[in-house]
């Protein structure tokens, strides 16, 4: 047990290291380099524009409260300033007639903030025009039936219809622009959460600069807001205050302005269909302009910890040492192909009264304008030890792959025996007899070896026969030779121990004392021929194994007469023909007379 013990502990502190075959042909060696350069540039690269390769990376849960603000507008309405678009034809547009007259000319309004802006989820929106509808409703024949239709008579537009159940309507329709619309403010306030994988990364521009709100954990976000030539249009923004940009800076950051006309749509008082009842033909298409149509903005917070917006490793630089600073980049990118609004919206000036309920003023509006929909976009990154690990791991094999294709272009282009020879280099074949019998004749060979190093015939090798060969070669000093000497027996003799195992030096680390085998009887220091075999040969097998295991010829192979001529010659040398009894220990040598015939049974020789 104590072996068996002693071969786990050596074998725990044992590394193993692959052979490898060099093929020293140039072309061969130039594209398994150019591979292996192929694969270093794309790792390089990969890992330089993109963090796939070593960081961890998330999107932030963004939180967005955006809504109108007056601005100053208000007063603006109230100077007696003028407005470019209230009664100007060059504004006026008819999409569809009855019922989309955008007004010929158009008239203004000045509505309040709460009347123009509507807030929403994460969005808010900016009336630039509605057409007002007025219904009046009143019951046909009553004492004031011919009041109400002159007075609808008397309305820019004014249309009676007498419905067939008694009712009677006067409707008016009416194109109203806001006026100072361009002049309010959209603000709004960011926040953001992170996983715990990210360390629960929270933060919102409520919280002053520098600082942290100590009940809900937020830090301060910095927040910059880019056009579409990423300048930005805020450098003095510090946390701790709204977000906030006029509706016309907000649109100039996206490239556009309420005037800019709009082509993809045309006035229907231009068509083939129309334009002879407008007296339009032949006159250019007439377009409308944005504050006619609306326009809807998709506002994109960008949240990011990286120094800049450089998506490199050396713009990400700032993310390895503070991953935690946390900031966001705002926005603006104008969807110009679809018209933009809320639709429709209805209120009584006065409620359904009467017989039937038939006396009332409804009014309704249908609003275009600017739509803000703010969007959470980006990521926050921190160096993830998994993920770089997994990248050189990913590197490592791709490198080994770079292995595989050489060996194609070797098979493919090299051919020949060249070929073949490197093939079989590198792909070794276990065949099981024929290793048995390879390790029988390096025995054979092992034997006339030790002969030569045995001249007194006694079955071992000692220290002054193992110095005495290096007589034969020049150079070598009695010294020289000696050391070379000491150190076969020190390594190889196992009867006589010098040197302590791997297991044993182990257990003296810890403060035991290990047991060390004792030496011969005799005191005698030398290698017997197992032990001259393993320190030949290597550990290929346990020789002792190998002698006991080996399978002998079926029976009718088998040819007694050489058997009965082996026999004789070991009894001419005096060694005992009796077949030894199976053993998985090594018998000791009591001499040097029978060390001879004990060689074959000996213990921990391997080839």
């Given at each position: ?75 603006s309405m109230m100077s007696g300033k003028t407005f470019e678009y209230c009664n100007n034809e060059s504004y006026s547009f008819v999409y569809w007639e009855p019922g989309w007259n955008y007004g010929t000319p158009p008239k203004c309004r000045s509505l309040t903030v709460n009347e123009v802006a509507v807030k929403g989820l994460g969005n808010v929106f900016f009336t630039t025009v509605y057409i007002e509808k007025n219904t009046w409703g009143w019951t046909c024949g009553d004492s004031t039936d011919a009041q109400s239709k002159a007075s609808c008579a008397a309305l820019r537009g004014g249309v009676v219809t007498e419905h067939p159940n008694g009712q009677c309507e006067c409707v008016e329709e009416e194109a109203y622009y806001a006026t100072a619309v361009e002049e309010m403010a959209m603000k709004m306030e960011i926040s953001y959460d992170t996983s715990i994988k990210m360390g629960s990364l929270k933060g919102s521009t409520n919280v002053p600069f520098g600082t ?396």
């Amino acid at each position: 047990m104590s072996g068996v013990k002693d071969g786990v502990i050596s074998g725990l502190f044992k590394y193993q290291k692959p052979k490898v075959t060099v093929v020293d042909i140039w072309h061969v060696g130039f594209v398994y380099r150019c591979l292996q350069l192929g694969v270093f540039l794309f790792v390089l690269i990969s890992m330089w524009f993109t963090e796939a390769g070593w960081a961890y990376s998330e999107r932030p849960i963004g939180s967005f409260n955006a809504w109108g603000s007056d601005n100053g507008a208000a007063t603006s309405m109230m100077s007696g300033k003028t407005f470019e678009y209230c009664n100007n034809e060059s504004y006026s547009f008819v999409y569809w007639e009855p019922g989309w007259n955008y007004g010929t000319p158009p008239k203004c309004r000045s509505l309040t903030v709460n009347e123009v802006a509507v807030k929403g989820l994460g969005n808010v929106f900016f009336t630039t025009v509605y057409i007002e509808k007025n219904t009046w409703g009143w019951t046909c024949g009553d004492s004031t039936d011919a009041q109400s239709k002159a007075s609808c008579a008397a309305l820019r537009g004014g249309v009676v219809t007498e419905h067939p159940n008694g009712q009677c309507e006067c409707v008016e329709e009416e194109a109203y622009y806001a006026t100072a619309v361009e002049e309010m403010a959209m603000k709004m306030e960011i926040s953001y959460d992170t996983s715990i994988k990210m360390g629960s990364l929270k933060g919102s521009t409520n919280v002053p600069f520098g600082t942290e709100d100590a009940s809900t954990g937020d830090t301060d976000l910095h927040v910059q807001i880019l056009d579409q030539n990423d300048v930005v249009l805020n450098p003095t923004y510090n946390s701790g205050s709204a977000v906030s940009l006029s509706v016309a800076e907000w649109l100039r950051s996206a490239g556009l302005t309420l005037s800019d006309v709009v082509t993809h749509t045309d006035d229907y008082r231009y068509s083939a269909d129309s334009c002879e009842a407008y007296n339009k033909c032949g006159e250019a298409m007439n377009y409308p302009r944005f504050r006619t149509t609306g326009v809807y903005v998709e506002v994109y917070a960008r949240f990011h910890n990286t120094e800049d917006q450089v998506n490199t490793i050396a713009g990400r630089w700032d993310a390895f040492f503070n991953p935690t600073n946390v900031r966001v980049e705002v926005k603006a990118a104008a969807n110009t192909k679809i018209w933009a609004g809320l639709g429709a919206v209805t209120h009584y000036e006065q409620m359904p009264s009467g017989p039937n309920q038939r006396t009332y003023h409804k009014v309704e509006r249908y609003r275009q304008g600017v739509v803000f929909d703010i969007r959470g976009v980006g990521e926050v990154i921190k160096l993830d030890v998994g993920t770089l690990v997994t990248m050189l791991v990913a590197t490592i094999a791709l490198l080994k792959f770079a292995g595989v294709i050489t060996d194609w272009y070797v098979s493919l282009f090299v051919g020949g025996a060249i070929a073949q020879i490197i093939t079989n280099k590198t792909k070794e074949k276990v065949d099981a007899n024929g290793e048995l019998a390879e390790i029988g004749m390096k025995a054979a060979m092992a034997a006339l070896q030790f002969g030569e190093l045995d001249p007194d015939k006694g079955g071992t090798i000692d220290l002054i026969d193992i110095a005495k060969a290096f007589g034969k070669i020049k150079g070598v000093s009695p010294r020289q030779a000696y050391n070379m000497a000491w150190t076969v027996i020190d390594y190889a003799d196992k009867d006589t121990v010098k040197h302590l195992t791997t297991a044993q030096q182990i257990q003296k680390l810890f403060g035991a004392k290990p047991k060390v085998q004792p030496a011969d009887a005799d005191g005698m220091a030398g290698l017997d021929f197992a032990e001259f075999i393993t320190c030949i040969e290597g550990d290929a097998i346990d020789f002792a194994a190998y002698i006991e295991k080996l399978p002998g010829p079926p029976t009718d192979k088998v040819d007694s007469a050489v058997i009965d001529t082996l026999k004789k010659h070991w009894e001419a040398k005096g060694l005992s023909t009796a077949e030894p009894e199976p053993s998985t220990t090594k018998p000791s040598l009591k001499s040097k007379a029978d060390a001879t015939s004990l060689s074959h049974q000996a213990g921990a020789v391997k080839v």
